[in-house]
């Protein structure tokens, strides 16, 4: 339907000879106190009002936003376009391929099933680091890359021509967020509509919920379910709430010795604690200006792990400069800088005619008040100062050495003064010696770093981080120190530009005397992706059951995620990364201990050898140009020899192979009508499993290595796949029999159901034994048993793995009870079919009386078969006994939209309706 404006705010903007359409903010009174994020939403309104899906009243609603209520005004926002990477971009193309056959079986055509924005896929979540510390480090890597994921990156190629507006960036060239920053995003796009040439604000959703790194650059973004960014590309808008909107303001500069990733550490806890699940968070006043890019681009990266939609930056003279130093051209610099003076979308205090926004919330940071941080041993929040690490690490580890007689509770963790602090086992006295299969010798106890990586887009992308660690590796080398023999390093940057910087500042002998080689350019460790320790540590860590850590420059540290022999985990600068991987164990202190003796036999300390923000600075000046960006993006599309020589299947529709393992047909539309079923109530349901809190999509979704004995293993062992191929569950994404079998079958998950267990295991009702999760949902699907799982307070939070949901939906589960539910995955859950439920203000399963034997009726869904989206539905739990429990369960469908993505069984059934009709 075309552009009805109402409000008459179609005009023309002239940048240096050419014309663009744009639709002018100030048509509207009242959209000018907005904050910025809020502007670029009232401009996609106005710009795509069709006065049935988008209202006058829906812009109405944005003019007259009061900052202070809660949300509760529906508004459609459609994305200019869509960004994947191959983890959860090979099941949206595998979705799309599906949908054509579909359209057919429906009687319609299947060139209807195309991207209708934009939509771009770096492949980059592949490469594993099965190979570190040599220099031929990264040729191998690629090498077993092309190896496993042949399949799938055939079948990316036949998506790129067989789907219009569908590019894909060749494996090994950088990780996606980067990749986007660095030379996808626009900042303001253009497209031809009607012949005539349009200018409007970039904004994307994306399939990884890092995202939000490209709010750095003023693009509003946020990450989506691989289900509803496939919904984006059809041409589906996206249903939201017109959100709060934290105002987070920058005063002071950054202090000598800190660097951006402690900022961001400092940000996530404030943010977490502030509580911003469901909000956009936006940063203004006069320090905004003092903040580099890069260091906007890793907060906005974090956005998911203090729990905002999105942490965004305005456009200023900071972004353009950006722009112009990664190869932008000089029409798209002066339409930038034109078009968002013209909208009131440039961020400039000083300016006597700038009106400051008004906002929901208030929070403050003086950045001269952050010290060094590192967070961990488990969750991205947990931000712990450099001075307290050894103490704060000392503490928590007998929380995850099975021998101690001393667990403390987490909720003692946050910070008590020592003098308050439960006595600490001595846990680290334990050695156990180990001769590696180098033939290096050296005792491997509780607490030892067993992998050192600088990984993953959230410090990757920014010089001053990923210099400062090249330049303390020099300094280090210099005096004579050495990384400890039992610490995997590696060095996995965002792009080829990290390469290029490296190699002119001559800083890569140094770091690779650390060990810390080129591995690859992808999303490596940060994902899973760590690749195996040595045979021999992983043998004694495994025997002895030993507690030992990793330490990585990333944005998640789950657990169970790292690495299956790795227990704790924490996130550290680049530089941090360097010191750890000297040190070797967590149980140090940088204030007191030395890092080494150098020829001389004297003491070196890491403020002996950490570079000084000067340092950094000439040689970020003298090091990185324009140049560099514009070489390495020169043909970002084409590929190496390797991706060229792939052959690439033909036709609209693919040819699907029986025999792969990688690559199969979902059941999603199988036996699908052109009308919808009725919606029916959930009777004699049973618990499939029973949750804690913070049970993460990492948790729930199969990612990391596929375990041998696991359902996973057995059904490729069964296909003939050998135990050296099975891969990742992520490559094996675009195959729903191995999804299937690895959800909730994180080696961590604990299902409460079974006492001191670990694992994918739940207590199977039919047989009154434990099993494999997928193995008894299978028992109920034969006995016609439908399965609820009950969760407690953050469930779904982490990654937008939308497996999580599609896992959940093809095991039978109908509904998840939760205390709260994070954003994205509870709209996966509703987009795939599964109804989220929370449970009465104030009640837990552990209030209620719950323990996960009952049986479960849940009524009063069928209202939605008239129209109605029930705001609670009645629950009763039958015990074994004969007693039960009833309750009224929230219903977390929020908006029309998504009622309408429930009552069709899924989102894309829906489209797929949608389109046929």
């Known amino acids: 339907m075309s552009n009805v404006d109402t409000f008459k705010s179609k005009g023309t903007l002239d940048v240096q000879g050419t014309a663009y359409e744009i639709f002018r903010l100030n048509a509207v009174p009242g959209l000018e106190r907005l904050p910025y994020s809020l502007k670029v939403l009232a401009e996609n309104l106005l710009r795509t009002e069709d006065g049935a899906n988008i209202t006058a009243e829906h812009i109405h609603a944005l003019a007259n936003w009061d900052p202070t209520a809660q949300p509760n005004t529906e508004i459609q926002f459609t994305p200019a376009r869509v960004i994947m990477q191959d983890f959860t971009g090979v099941p949206c193309v595998v979705d799309l391929a599906t949908m054509r056959e579909a359209v057919v079986e429906l009687g319609g055509d299947p060139s209807r099933i195309n991207p209708l924005a934009p939509a771009e896929l770096v492949i980059d979540h592949s490469v594993q680091i099965d190979v570190a510390g040599r220099r031929d480090a990264f040729e191998r890597n690629v090498e077993l890359e092309y190896e496993r994921n042949r399949e799938r990156y055939q079948f990316l190629r036949w998506g790129q021509t067989a789907f219009e507006e569908f590019k894909v960036v060749p494996p090994g060239t950088g990780i996606v967020h980067q990749v986007n920053i660095e030379y996808l995003a626009r900042t303001v796009m253009t497209r031809e509509v009607g012949g005539v040439l349009r200018a409007y604000p970039d904004t994307c959703v994306g399939t990884d919920s890092h995202t939000t790194m490209v709010n750095g650059l003023g693009v509003l973004g946020w990450g989506v379910g691989g289900i509803e960014a496939e919904a984006a590309m059809l041409g589906q808008s996206v249903s939201m709430l017109i959100p709060r909107v934290v105002g987070f303001k920058l005063t002071g500069s950054i202090p000598a010795g800190v660097t951006a990733t402690d900022v961001v550490l400092t940000i996530t806890q404030m943010l977490r604690h502030h509580g911003v699940v469901g909000k956009f968070v936006e940063f ?189 590796a020099k300094k280090a080398v210099e005096r004579g120190l050495e990384a400890k023999p039992w610490v995997k390093t590696s060095m996995a940057p965002g792009s080829q530009v990290v390469t290029n910087y490296y190699e002119k500042a001559g800083l890569w002998p140094y770091l690779e005397k650390l060990g810390f080689h080129l591995v690859g350019y992808g999303c490596a460790t940060c994902i899973g992706n760590s690749g195996p320790l040595d045979d021999n540590i992983s043998a004694a860590v495994n025997e002895h ?105 033909e036709g609209d529709t693919f040819a699907w192979d029986n025999e792969s393992t990688y690559v199969r047909k979902p059941p999603y539309f199988d036996g699908m009508g052109a009308q919808p079923e009725p919606v029916n109530d959930i009777r004699t349901a049973r618990v499939l499993a029973k949750l804690g809190d913070s049970v993460t999509t990492d ?217 046929v009709s």
């Open 284 to 472: 203004y006043g006069a320090g905004v200006s003092q903040v580099p890019l890069a260091n906007r681009a890793t907060i906005g990266n974090m956005s998911p792990e203090f729990g905002s939609t999105a942490a965004i930056f305005p456009i200023d003279d900071v972004t353009l400069d950006y722009l112009k130093l990664t190869g932008r051209s000089t029409e798209q610099l002066a339409l930038v800088e034109a078009y968002a003076k013209e909208q009131g979308l440039w961020l400039d205090p000083t300016d006597p005619s700038y009106i400051e926004p008004q906002f929901s919330e208030y929070l403050e940071l003086d950045l001269s008040t952050v010290v060094p941080s590192i967070a961990g041993p488990k969750r991205p929040q947990d931000r712990i100062e450099l001075t307290r690490a050894k103490e704060q690490f000392d503490r928590d580890l007998p929380n995850y050495v099975s021998t101690s007689a001393n667990l403390i509770d987490e909720a003692e963790k946050e910070s008590f003064p020592a003098s308050d602090a439960p006595a600490i086992t001595d846990t680290t006295t334990s050695t156990v010696e180990v001769t590696d299969t180098n033939g290096k010798t050296f005792d491997l106890f509780n607490g030892a770093v067993a992998i050192a990586s600088i990984t993953s887009c959230t410090n990757t992308s920014n010089p001053s981080v990923m210099l400062a660690a090249a330049i303390l």
């Open 545 to 649: 059951d030993l507690a030992i850590v990793s330490v990585l420059s990333g944005n998640r540290n789950f657990e169970g995620r790292i690495n299956p022999d790795v227990k704790m985990n924490y996130l550290a600068s680049p530089p941090l990364v360097v010191a750890y991987a000297l040190a070797g164990t967590m149980s140090f202190d940088f204030d007191t201990e030395p890092l080494g003796f150098d020829t001389e036999g004297a003491p070196v300390f890491l403020k002996d050898i950490w570079p000084t923000p000067e340092e950094v600075q000439a040689t970020i000046d003298s090091t990185i140009d324009r140049a560099m960006f514009e070489k390495d993006y020169a043909d970002v599309f084409a590929g190496d020899d390797r991706w060229r020589s792939l052959p690439t299947p």
């Open 699 to 915: 948790h729930i979704s199969p990612a990391g290595a596929i375990k041998p004995g696991t359902p996973a293993a057995q059904y490729l062992e069964a296909n003939g796949v050998e135990r050296r191929q099975f891969n990742s569950y992520g490559s094996r994404r675009g195959n729903h029999e191995v999804m299937i079998r690895g959800t909730f079958a994180n080696i961590r998950l604990r299902n409460q159901l079974l006492t001191d267990v670990e694992g994918g295991y739940t207590f199977n009702f039919l047989t009154g034994e434990q099993s494999f999760i997928y193995d008894a949902a299978q028992d109920y699907q034969r006995a016609g048993i439908p399965l609820v799982v009950l969760g407690g307070k953050e469930y779904g939070s982490g990654s937008s793995r939308d497996w999580a949901a599609k896992g959940t939906a093809l095991l039978g589960v109908r509904a998840v009870i939760a205390e709260s539910f994070e954003r994205i995955h509870r709209s996966n859950l509703i987009g795939m079919g599964v109804l989220p439920l929370q449970y009465p203000s104030g009640d837990t399963a552990e209030t209620l009386g719950l323990d996960g034997t009952e049986v479960f009726d849940i009524t009063g869904i069928t209202e939605l078969n008239d129209g109605v989206t029930p705001q609670t539905v009645a629950v009763t739990a039958t015990k074994p006994d004969g007693t039960s429990v009833s309750f009224d369960a929230v219903v977390r469908i929020d908006t029309p939209g998504e009622a309408d993505y429930y009552r069709n069984g899924g989102i894309l059934q829906y489209v797929l309706r949608s389109l």
